[in-house]
């Protein structure tokens, strides 16, 4: 087989989502393990919708995400230019060639006679395709209209008769009959090049193998073919992949959540995770694991393996691999992650010294066992810095004002208040004290204890809690942490 070369094309006229970044992906992957070529081509001939803001953003995504290209705008190759808008001239010529073959032919039907001609064959019962009305202005007689200044569409010149089969490598055979296409635009009457004929040249002069994308273009196939045939060149391998649903078995959409990638990289998602869990859309790797690396899918991956039924985006199920991929990472690493987003929630300091870091890097191992993903970390963080016995709930207020409560908290405090400083050691001597004194034992000696240091029913343990109120205290941080000491005082005046 020739060197495996496959291309990722997306149009810069949006946001790259989660159905185009899995199909991105797929191709990569099968391009690292046949060790062949990734080609990223900007498909940007819809100027009116194109943005150079969304180019740059599509970039930064596949980066972020870990897809890395051959060949591309940036960095060239050699079948560039790599951007549609750049390939005009080339798009010409081929048209020329299949206009002096007559293969092609001029269509000057104005939008308003298409529809009409639409609406009359619906009307009919018949397929709404171009009746090829303009198939018998002569060559001559066209290139006069259009030097006169009339406008005209470009179509190709089709078979009424026959149908067009090909394999595609994920659902076998399939079969057109060219009845229902018609006359496909070759060049829009604006004189750019429509998608299916744009794309079969690049794909064919890029010397792509293998064309994988989504199976919402199984209908521009055979009209690619059909272009194909025209120009006497060798279609590639297709592959259609299943379009991405929701839970519902709906298209997957911001109704669902999160689609679009920069949404995921924002909401502390890691690459890797998003990575990980994009590949096992529509394929499953054959010991049946499910957290592997960049590394391990390339190596497991297979083409021939990916299922035609829908897939099914499941955010769940990313979140629990996200919080697989989490655990991977060294404390410093969480830290650094969980950096950004505290500063927003203005609960750490623009300026982080080794100290505050040290906090940090325990605080975020204490707290990331609770979340899915790092923009869920502030919610955790918060619940150190807040403490205001008065907001307590009413039935958490209550679990105070027992015979036991109040004799246990009492006692805590004035033995806390004899020490110079704190710590969970500490701590469970004096518990072991106050059980000795007082009888209360287990969750009657524990549980006011703990609603006395945190104002909440429950919440992190207290041999994780107690040492990073302790040292968060002596640290300076936007909103003070305030250690047990203040923290019994407070509730004391409350409960006063």
Same mark, same amino acid.
């Given at each position: 087989?020739?060197?495996?070369?496959?291309?990722?094309?997306?149009?810069?006229?949006?946001?790259?989502?989660?159905?185009?970044?899995?199909?991105?992906?797929?191709?990569?992957?099968?391009?690292?393990?046949?060790?062949?070529?990734?080609?990223?081509?900007?498909?940007?001939?819809?100027?009116?919708?194109?943005?150079?803001?969304?180019?740059?953003?599509?970039?930064?995504?596949?980066?972020?995400?870990?897809?890395?290209?051959?060949?591309?705008?940036?960095?060239?190759?050699?079948?560039?230019?790599?951007?549609?808008?750049?390939?005009?001239?080339?798009?010409?010529?081929?048209?020329?060639?299949?206009?002096?073959?007559?293969?092609?032919?001029?269509?000057?039907?104005?939008?308003?006679?298409?529809?009409?001609?639409?609406?009359?064959?619906?009307?009919?019962?018949?397929?709404?395709?171009?009746?090829?009305?303009?198939?018998?202005?002569?060559?001559?007689?066209?290139?006069?209209?259009?030097?006169?200044?009339?406008?005209?569409?470009?179509?190709?010149?089709?078979?009424?008769?026959?149908?067009?089969?090909?394999?595609?490598?994920?659902?076998?055979?399939?079969?057109?009959?060219?009845?229902?296409?018609?006359?496909?635009?070759?060049?829009?009457?604006?004189?750019?090049?429509?998608?299916?004929?744009?794309?079969?040249?690049?794909?064919?002069?890029?010397?792509?193998?293998?064309?994988?994308?989504?199976?919402?273009?199984?209908?521009?196939?055979?009209?690619?073919?059909?272009?194909?045939?025209?120009?006497?060149?060798?279609?590639?391998?297709?592959?259609?992949?299943?379009?991405?649903?929701?839970?519902?078995?709906?298209?997957?959409?911001?109704?669902?959540?999160?689609?679009?990638?920069?949404?995921?990289?924002?909401?502390?998602?890691?690459?890797?995770?998003?990575?990980?869990?994009?590949?096992?859309?529509?394929?499953?790797?054959?010991?049946?694991?499910?957290?592997?690396?960049?590394?391990?899918?390339?190596?497991?991956?297979?083409?021939?393996?990916?299922?035609?039924?829908?897939?099914?985006?499941?955010?769940?199920?990313?979140?629990?691999?996200?919080?697989?991929?989490?655990?991977?990472?060294?404390?410093?690493?969480?830290?650094?992650?969980?950096?950004?987003?505290?500063?927003?929630?203005?609960?750490?300091?623009?300026?982080?010294?080794?100290?505050?870091?040290?906090?940090?890097?325990?605080?975020?191992?204490?707290?990331?066992?609770?979340? %899915?993903? &790092?923009?869920? #970390?502030? *919610?955790?963080?918060? $619940? =150190?810095?807040?403490?205001? @016995?008065?907001?307590?709930?009413?039935?958490?207020?209550?679990?105070?004002?027992?015979?036991?409560?109040?004799?246990?908290?009492?006692?805590?405090?004035?033995?806390?208040?004899?020490?110079?400083?704190?710590?969970?050691?500490?701590?469970?001597?004096?518990?072991?004290?106050?059980?000795?004194?007082?009888?209360?034992?287990?969750?009657?000696?524990?549980?006011?204890?703990?609603?006395?240091?945190?104002?909440?029913?429950?919440?992190?343990?207290? %041999?994780? &809690?107690?040492? #990073?109120? *302790?040292?968060?205290? $002596? =640290?300076?941080?936007?909103? @003070?942490?305030?250690?047990?000491?203040?923290?019994?005082?407070?509730?004391?005046?409350?409960?006063?």
């Amino acid at each position: 087989m020739d060197k495996v070369r496959v291309r990722f094309a997306p149009s810069p006229t949006g946001f790259l989502h989660v159905g185009n970044a899995r199909t991105a992906l797929f191709n990569w992957l099968f391009a690292r393990q046949s060790e062949g070529v990734f080609i990223l081509r900007i498909e940007d001939t819809d100027i009116k919708r194109s943005a150079s803001e969304y180019e740059s953003r599509l970039k930064k995504d596949l980066c972020w995400l870990g897809l890395d290209w051959d060949e591309g705008p940036d960095i060239g190759g050699r079948f560039g230019p790599y951007r549609q808008s750049l390939r005009i001239d080339i798009y010409r010529s081929y048209t020329q060639k299949l206009l002096e073959e007559g293969k092609a032919y001029y269509c000057f039907c104005s939008l308003q006679e298409l529809e009409k001609e639409r609406k009359r064959a619906i009307s009919l019962g018949k397929m709404p395709v171009y009746s090829g009305r303009c198939q018998a202005i002569s060559l001559e007689e066209a290139r006069r209209r259009v030097d006169a200044g009339e406008q005209a569409a470009v179509r190709l010149r089709t078979p009424e008769k026959g149908d067009i089969r090909y394999n595609d490598l994920v659902r076998g055979t399939l079969n057109f009959d060219l009845k229902l296409i018609g006359d496909p635009i070759l060049v829009r009457s604006n004189e750019l090049p429509a998608y299916n004929y744009a794309v079969v040249i690049d794909d064919s002069l890029m010397e792509i193998t293998h064309v994988i994308r989504g199976e919402d273009h199984i209908s521009n196939t055979p009209r690619q073919i059909l272009i194909y045939k025209a120009l006497s060149l060798t279609p590639p391998q297709f592959v259609h992949l299943s379009l991405v649903m929701g839970k519902d078995n709906t298209r997957l959409s911001k109704r669902h959540g999160a689609t679009a990638i920069d949404q995921f990289e924002k909401q502390g998602i890691l690459s890797s995770s998003l990575f990980n869990y994009l590949a096992l859309l529509g394929w499953a790797p054959p010991e049946g694991e499910e957290v592997l690396t960049k590394n391990e899918l390339v190596e497991l991956f297979n083409l021939k393996k990916v299922s035609r039924s829908a897939a099914i985006f499941d955010y769940d199920k990313l979140h629990w691999i996200n919080r697989q991929h989490i655990k991977e990472l060294s404390s410093r690493q969480k830290a650094e992650l969980a950096y950004p987003y505290l500063k927003e929630s203005k609960l750490l300091p623009e300026k982080m010294t080794d100290a505050h870091w040290e906090w940090l890097e325990k605080a975020v191992e204490s707290l990331i066992e609770r979340v %899915d993903r &790092f923009s869920d #970390l502030p *919610e955790q963080f918060v $619940k =150190l810095f807040e403490f205001s @016995p008065s907001r307590m709930e009413d039935k958490t207020k209550e679990e105070l004002e027992t015979d036991c409560a109040l004799r246990v908290i009492y006692l805590f405090a004035e033995k806390i208040s004899r020490l110079d400083s704190f710590d969970y050691d500490k701590f469970a001597s004096l518990t072991h004290e106050i059980k000795r004194e007082t009888g209360c034992k287990g969750k009657d000696l524990y549980h006011p204890l703990r609603v006395a240091l945190t104002a909440r029913d429950s919440g992190l343990d207290l %041999d994780k &809690f107690i040492p #990073l109120v *302790e040292k968060g205290a $002596k =640290l300076s941080f936007p909103k @003070p942490l305030k250690n047990c000491s203040q923290r019994i005082s407070e509730v004391l005046n409350f409960l006063k």
